[in-house]
């Protein structure tokens, strides 16, 4: 049950992640793009929680594998056959990034993390249809 609420969790704040990213694009060119683009990096910060969150339940749920950290359960994950090597080390640099993002803030370490969450989006997708299909 905590994977199912887990799941549906990680599938609202996807939409809300890429309705933010996309609404951002649309205002790059005025002077809103800065509160757009940190609204989109704290979507992106929560959604990142979620979903490492749910590979937590999931690897517990159908694996037996207990993990306590993002880093070490999307390790448990390429570990399990359900990441490749190029799509762990993407995760792992969507974590770097939010630790970026909640422990400073810069204008340029914003906007590089901005940039970031166009090709991290299809990988939060692939993730969530790997666990949705459980």
């Known amino acids: ?22 609404k951002t694009v649309l205002n790059q060119n005025n002077e809103e793009y800065s509160f757009f683009r940190d609204a989109t990096i704290q979507r992106f910060e929560f ?10 339940h999931f690897l517990l749920e159908y694996e037996g594998v207990s993990c306590q950290s993002p880093k070490g359960c999307v390790r448990e994950f390429l570990s399990c056959g359900y990441l490749t090597q190029a799509q762990t080390v993407g995760f792992l640099e969507m974590i770097d990034d939010r630790n970026l993002s909640t422990h400073t803030y810069h204008e340029e370490v914003a906007e590089t993390i901005f940039m970031h ?10 993730i969530y249809k790997l666990l949705d299909k459980s």
């Open 117 to 126: 969450i166009k090709r991290y989006l299809p990988l939060l997708k692939h």
């Open 1 to 22: 049950m905590a994977l199912e609420k887990k799941l549906s969790d990680f599938d609202k704040a996807l939409q809300r992640l890429e309705e933010s990213y996309e």
């Open 47 to 56: 959604t990142l929680e979620i979903a490492w969150k749910s590979i937590k």
